[in-house]
């Protein structure tokens, strides 16, 4: 049986469709939902969000939210998401050094947090990079 997920921003829908597997960026790490999964809401980070639908795995970046599981509904409620079409690997990783270099070198805790999601966007995207070839 597939599970219906519904990935939404506030001023619209991002994604409604059907999934054998969801991988969403818990604040505490991956979180994986099958079919059958406990009721859960869950704080999102930061990161690489994954659905399986016919052994093929699609990537979309999430920048932080929260997400419902129940009854093999998972609705995403997210402040803004990256939808990956092409990545390109000698850029994403030039991304990932400037952000790593951004938060060395960042002087106040704003800039440092900044900094880290930026940080955490382009490791994901980095990741991502797996999942579109």
Not at 3 to 17: E, V
Not at 72 to 91: H, I, P, R
Not at 96 to 106: F, G, M
């Amino acid at each position: 049986m597939a599970i219906n997920i519904r990935i939404l921003t506030p001023d619209r829908i991002i994604c409604s469709t059907t999934a054998d597997e969801v991988i969403l960026p818990g604040t505490t790490g991956q979180i994986g939902v099958l079919d059958g999964h406990a009721t859960l809401i869950t704080a999102l980070d930061t990161g690489l969000l994954r659905i399986k639908l016919d052994q093929k795995w699609t990537p979309m970046i999430l920048c932080g939210g929260f997400a419902e599981v129940d009854r093999n509904q998972v609705t995403v409620l997210v402040n803004d998401v990256e939808e990956l079409v092409a990545l390109d690997l000698n850029e994403v990783t030039k991304q990932l050094e400037q952000a790593t270099e951004a938060i060395q070198q960042a002087e106040s805790s704003k800039a440092r947090l900044d900094a880290s999601i930026e940080l955490k966007k382009a490791s994901a995207r980095v990741q991502a990079v797996s999942y579109l070839r």
